[in-house]
């Protein structure tokens, strides 16, 4: 007796919503391999169902579904096929897409017995995709996984069916289900069987059996792949124990079908014991029992075996019988549904592939007019040759978006300009510019401040304001900038990491920043404003660090700003707008096929 299918039955009388919760542990149920309950149960189910005088598509589909089941774990896989395909029917675009996706995943587990496999393959997809991940049937999203896994190594697919027990193995974990864990854990055993590796096979056994309450059902699995382990390391004796325990288990469990797995294998590994007679014996019952349970995948196994065992015997005549009987099932299992069962494969990558592609369109779009509001709050190179005809302003993101941003004011004739470097690039980067443009604004309309120094310092305050977030714990994000007021011929500095150079007679005269950024920062101090008297024919750099950072050049190492001093230099004769098309030119000569490592800012004038 199971409390809780008791409890449900109890409810389902009177509320037919109760159905689902109680097919869903219902289902569970069925991994106990306990036969006897299982058609109780199933009986009760559907004479609950019947109690309701009208059977709305739920209810009937609830009621095949049950059917259906029943006869898959009586090993009655074509009984199953009927009422499972009549449940899909009635369910499919129904609000229980959980019991459409159910009957699907047990459609395909009946199909992938017979030896259907492409067939199996569709409806464990199918149920895959409409299953949900958190409702009453989650469990079972894993042993689709396993499922899937399983073929895949019966393919030699070995990759897909790594993913696929892995992803099972997570969802188990994800649910605490135990019995999913086993089976993601068994199946890996298998994989690396199949991939000769046996240290990695035993290893995953090992974990299998590790786990705490497992069924009559799974020791006989286990004591099969410890056999199949076995015989693998040529230990013929100690696979054959392991088989014939394993055997024993499941008929005295009434697993009859499963026990035809465990004849096979027996039988394989009497061959290689010289046992011919014995193994002859033990596969034809495994043989009887592929034939009742139309097992058509074993019974190409029988057959190749028998063949070979005949063969040994000398009996010709029967092992030709056999291989012809081989040869027939191969050419339909390994031929027409491998192809189909990679066609789905296909349909799958395509589906998948358009989804991505939706998924990336969607990205790039906002993030495209994330590159228009960031444009926006530029100034416009109309603005800035406004101000300062002899100009340029080099602007190369890394990214569409970029940290990098230049930023022009006038407030009282005084012309406020800057080149600010943010945490990061890209959308982060992207993102912390906005926060650190407006505040450089604020503190200028708002606090009505045009001397540089006390414009960090307040710049500062407004980010470090709008970054506390000391619930969810400290954000350190800012920016590093170099900041200047122009009035006259009389130039105010003041720089947060990034200095000033100004190119005169010949040399580059550097005005250092004091050593902190805008943000948080464990030795914080004012920020200091340094007044400078501009000559004529002086030239005023400001930048960000992403042009010296650059990789590049023959042996790929970064530009350094002592080339970056050397460059300017050499461009004094220049006007500013060719210094700028030399400067872009020489970055992209310098980085050549390398990526772009961060965004590149330069702000120059002359006077």
Excluded at 189 to 204: I, P, T, V, W
Excluded at 296 to 314: I, P
Aim: glycine letters at 6%.
């Amino acid at each position: 007796m199971d409390e809780q299918i008791e409890q449900l039955l109890s409810e389902s009388k009177t509320d037919c919503f109760k159905l689902i919760p109680l097919t869903a542990r219902y289902s569970e149920l069925l991994s106990s391999g306990n036969l006897k309950l299982i058609e109780e149960y199933a009986k009760r189910i559907e004479d609950t169902c019947h109690l309701w005088e009208t059977e709305t598509p739920m209810i009937r589909g609830i009621r095949l579904f049950s059917d259906g089941m029943k006869s898959y774990f009586n090993a009655n896989f074509e009984a199953s096929l009927q009422p499972l395909e009549n449940a899909m029917e009635i369910l499919k675009g129904s609000a229980c897409n959980d019991l459409f996706a159910m009957a699907n995943m047990f459609y395909g587990r009946s199909n992938r017995s017979l030896g259907n496999l492409d067939i199996s393959v569709r409806h464990f997809t199918v149920g895959m995709e409409n299953l949900d991940s958190n409702g009453e049937f989650a469990i079972f999203k894993g042993l689709g996984y396993y499922q899937l896994a399983e073929i895949d190594v019966y393919i030699n697919d070995f990759e897909a069916a790594k993913k696929n027990y892995e992803q099972a193995a997570n969802e188990a974990d994800r649910l605490s289900h135990s019995s999913g864990l086993f089976r993601a854990y068994n199946g890996m055993a298998n994989l690396f069987l199949n991939r000769k590796d046996l240290e990695q096979c035993k290893l995953f056994l090992d974990k299998s059996l590790s786990i705490e309450g497992l069924t009559v059902s799974q020791i006989s699995r286990s004591y099969c792949d410890l056999g199949v382990y076995y015989h693998n390391k040529k230990d013929f004796i100690n696979a054959a124990k392991s088989l014939k325990e394993s055997y024993q288990l499941r008929m005295d469990s009434n697993l009859k079908s499963a026990a035809s797995t465990s004849l096979i294998n027996l039988g394989k590994t009497q061959l290689e014991l010289e046992q011919t007679g014995l193994a002859i014996s033990t596969l034809e019952e495994a043989l009887g029992l592929c034939v009742k349970y139309k097992s058509n995948a074993k019974l190409m196994a029988c057959h190749q075996l028998l063949a070979q065992a005949y063969a040994k015997n000398n009996e010709w005549k029967k092992s030709s019988k056999f291989y012809t009987k081989y040869d027939l099932l191969q050419i339909s299992l390994n031929s027409t549904q491998l192809q189909n069962i990679y066609d789905i494969k296909n349909e799958q990558i395509q589906k998948q592939k358009a989804i991505i592609e939706a998924a990336h369109k969607e990205i790039t779009d906002s993030i495209s007019y994330a590159k228009r509001i960031q444009n926006a709050i530029l100034p416009s190179e109309k603005l800035i040759q406004r101000y300062l005809k002899n100009s340029f302003m080099l602007y190369k993101p890394k990214d569409v978006v970029a940290g990098d941003f230049y930023w022009v004011q006038e407030k009282n004739e005084t012309l406020m300009f800057a080149v600010a470097d943010c945490t990061g690039h890209g959308v982060p980067g992207a993102m912390v510019s906005v926060v650190c443009n407006n505040a450089l604004s604020r503190s200028v309309r708002e606090y009505g401040l045009t001397e540089p120094g006390k414009i960090l310092d307040q710049t500062r305050e407004i980010v470090i304001q709008q970054f506390d977030t000391s619930k969810k714990g400290e954000v350190k994000d800012g920016m590093d900038i170099a900041l200047c007021t122009l009035m006259g011929n009389t130039l105010k500095y003041s720089g947060a990491n990034n200095p000033l150079w100004i190119v005169r007679k010949g040399e580059v005269l550097e005005t250092k920043a004091d050593k902190q950024p805008i943000g948080k920062f464990e030795t914080s101090s004012l920020f200091t404003t340094h007044t400078l008297q501009l000559e004529r024919g002086d030239n005023i750099y400001i930048f960000s660090d992403g042009y010296a950072d650059q990789f590049g050049g023959e042996k790929g190492k970064k530009f350094r700003t002592k080339a970056l001093k050397t460059l300017l230099l050499s461009l004094q004769d220049k006007k500013m707008k060719d210094q700028k098309t030399i400067l872009n030119e020489n970055f992209e000569n310098w980085k050549g096929s390398l990526e772009q490592i961060d965004d590149v800012c330069i702000f120059g004038f002359g006077v």
